[in-house]
């Protein structure tokens, strides 16, 4: 029997230290988000460049009285309206004051208001959006109050308030932050609402976490980045406000300097003295870059996937790969210089690896002929999404082919380049994803994606596009073909979502489909029938499929060819049965060991397989074979680099220098026992004696 999972009963000693270690762990999380912040904002030269240039902003302003070469007020008869010289680095006004010394002089007070603005605003939108979130009467009183505040005039108000008060910067800028509160609150507030229906945040509710600790713990977090590009935004915006105020005489009292009060004193002589707008110009415009500079790096999300859009360096390192990839000599065996044939993918010593980085899948081969289909098999972190996605050209930005051959119709694809690409995806090459909502479009309903995919693959007109869409659900089995064109992927359920992404693939007419993990997110019924509906599209249109997946259940009913993917590499590759029958690699054997499907109920093992430890990360593999760390037959020899050679039995390749006698001596993969640290003792008391017993569970080390 497999021994029964429980979790053990947690005891003071245990609380105890749970809760102990409660703190390190959130402060290891706020030093690691401090770690991450830091390094996106010095991994951008932009934001390296504005952060030096406020930080000596506003320490030349706070130093200013004892380095200033003059005084603000003094005044230089001889030298007004002077432009650069000696004495005065960036020239006089029009009363002989220095105005390198006025700039630095009105620095601090400037910046320091402009913060003043970012607190209020920003702090009070992420208060009340925070607020707001949570509960829907709070969120209907506190979205009617901040209409009312953006239907007000802004300008109006502030003027009013210096009518009233004079000119209280301060103050001013306070209540312009009040005011600019409602739209922050506009912009947090959806962001929240989404953050407050995570799983996560209902965990936290389960755990009976208050709503205040969920706010702060759980869903402010998760408003960092907005926070902080709006704040750059406020801080940027209330600086030019503020400067538009003093420009028409509602800055800070003379004779002390502005910003915008010395604007508007150059604004006068634009045409006599026209150096005296350049430097005050060029400080507030350098000022306001280097704050959104600043937001824009601190603003990207440290957890966010790659941009689909490569940088200008990713894009040079992509074409010298393509360049390099194209102009290397084909291989010297018989084998590789044979053409495969129309129809037929042929992939031949492919690496891939991340630009000038580590390298993720090296050399991997396999070829798929025409209405046959290729499971590629194993761990995850084995290589086998970013084997399927280098077929389409799709891998991530910063990660690239980086030698071998794809095959196709006489074109090797790893040298093709992105404009080449755009005719072979959806016409020769089509994907499913795993997760169908990533290929279907929520804004638009199925009928209009299908049709615009089939309009723009086969230049169809718009009315037969819409019968052929209706005839490709049909096909994938949507018996309501006609409804489901008018319905909103949201309004389907996964594996009517599954079988439209399917449709999806089909509409270009493709000879060779991707299906990266088609059936993982599927209960199993549906599963059955995803898998039957492929068999179908494979003999009824004689194209073929690359399968990757973790289940062997799958490799057995639909594939054809597996293609066993370890770090990296392949290390068996064969025919489905025979592979599945007679498996020579220990990796493959260990798979099937840990697979309960892969035995009869009557063979059953007491104790299902387990393979010690994990995949290594790219970094760690060894020069020898990759699984030998794991591997319950390693020895010595296995030290040394395995190559992929033809097995024994003269059925498909493994890489093993021990395949031929662990298939000699008939060795099986053993269950390991489990660990008596593991193992605890639960005994159960019934009504009678003769009904006790002791039922041994495993600790959950996770």
């Known amino acids: 029997m497999i021994p029964s999972v429980a979790p053990a009963p947690a005891d003071a000693d245990q609380t105890a230290s749970t809760t102990s270690a409660a703190a390190p762990r959130r402060r290891a999380g706020k030093a690691a988000l401090t770690k991450v912040s830091r390094y996106r904002l010095f991994a951008s030269p932009g934001a390296v460049a504005g952060l030096l ?63 003043i603005t970012v607190i209020v605003g920003v702090g009070l939108g992420t208060l009340l959006a925070m607020a707001a979130a949570g509960a829907e009467r709070t969120e209907a009183v506190i979205s009617r109050i901040t209409e009312v505040m953006m239907s007000l005039p802004g300008t109006v108000i502030i003027l009013a308030v210096i009518g009233a008060v004079g000119t209280n910067i301060p103050l001013i800028m306070a209540i312009l932050g009040i005011l600019m509160s409602a739209g922050i609150y ?126 200008a360096a ?13 102009a290397a000599p084909a291989p010297k065996d018989a084998d590789a210089q044979e053409a495969p044939g129309n129809g037929t993918l042929s992939v031949r010593n492919l690496s891939v690896g991340v630009d000038n980085g580590v390298g993720l899948v090296t050399g991997v081969s396999f070829d798929v002929a025409p209405g046959t289909v290729l499971g590629l098999v194993g761990e995850s972190g084995c290589g086998k999404t970013m084997t399927a996605l280098s077929l389409l050209g799709l891998l991530p930005s910063g ?33 499913i994803s795993q997760e169908p909502m990533r290929a279907l479009d929520p804004m638009f309903t199925v009928g209009y994606q299908l049709t615009a995919a089939i309009r723009r693959l086969r230049g169809m007109g718009k009315a037969e596009a819409r019968s052929e869409a209706r005839n490709l659900l049909e096909k994938v089995g949507i018996v309501d073909a006609q409804r489901i064109l008018k319905t909103y992927p949201h309004q389907i359920s996964g594996g009517m979502a599954q079988r439209v992404a399917i449709a999806l693939a089909l509409s270009g007419q493709p000879r060779l489909l991707v299906a990266d993990e ?15 509906l492929l068999r179908a599209l494979v003999k009824d249109t004689g194209m073929s499929v690359v399968m990757v997946t973790h289940d062997l259940g799958v490799v057995a009913d639909i594939c054809d060819q597996v293609a066993v993917m370890y770090a990296g590499q392949v290390v068996e590759n064969g025919k489905t049965a025979a592979i599945l029958d007679n498996p020579r690699h220990p990796y493959t054997l260990a798979l099937l060991a840990a ?62 220098v021990k395949a031929d006698q662990l298939a000699v001596e008939g060795m099986d993969w053993l269950a390991t026992d489990v660990p008596v640290a593991r193992l605890l003792p639960i005994s159960s008391q019934h009504t009678t004696a003769a009904h006790q017993h002791t039922t041994v569970i495993e600790k959950d080390l996770a």
Request: with cysteine.
């Open 53 to 115: 240039w406020l930080a000596a902003l506003v320490v030349a302003s706070l130093t200013a009285p004892l380095w200033l070469p003059f005084k603000t007020e003094d005044q230089d008869f001889t030298a007004v309206l002077s432009g650069p010289t000696a004495a005065h680095w960036l020239g006089t006004d029009e009363l002989g004051r220095d105005i390198l010394s006025r700039i630095f002089a009105a620095a601090a007070g400037t910046l320091g208001t402009s913060l």
């Open 314 to 326: 990713a894009r040079r390192h992509r074409a010298q790969a393509v360049a390099a990839i194209a």
């Open 595 to 656: 697979d309960p499907h892969a035995n009869d109920a009557d063979n059953m093992p007491e104790r299902l397989a387990t393979i010690q430890g994990q995949v290594p990360q790219p970094k760690d593999w060894p020069t020898g074979c990759r699984f030998a760390a794991r591997c319950q037959f390693a020895g010595s020899a296995c030290k040394d680099p395995v190559p992929l050679l033809a097995s024994g039995t003269g059925e498909g390749l493994v890489r093993c």
């Open 518 to 532: 088609p059936t993982t997110a599927l209960d199993v019924t549906v599963q059955a029938e995803i898998l039957s």
């Open 399 to 431: 990660v690239s082919v980086s030698g071998g051959q794809i095959l196709w119709n006489g074109r090797n694809l790893a040298a093709a380049t992105g404009k080449d690409m755009e005719g072979i995806r959806g016409r020769d090459i089509a994907l």
């Open 186 to 311: 506009r912009v947090v507030l959806g962001q929240a609402k989404s953050l407050q229906s995570q799983l996560y945040v209902d965990a936290a509710k389960v755990d009976g976490l208050s709503p205040v600790g969920i706010s702060v713990r759980h869903v402010l977090p998760g408003l960092a980045n907005t926070i902080v590009v709006q704040a750059a935004l406020i801080f940027a915006v209330g600086m030019l406000i503020q400067a538009g105020l003093a420009f028409i005489g509602f800055g800070p009292p003379l004779p002390q300097p502005s910003w915008g009060g010395m604007i508007q004193g150059a604004s006068q002589h634009v045409y006599d003295a026209p150096w005296m707008m350049v430097p005050t110009g060029a400080v507030l415009a350098l000022t306001v870059l280097s704050a959104n500079a600043i937001g824009n790096a601190l603003g990207k999300a440290p957890n966010a996937a790659a941009p689909h859009l490569p940088s």
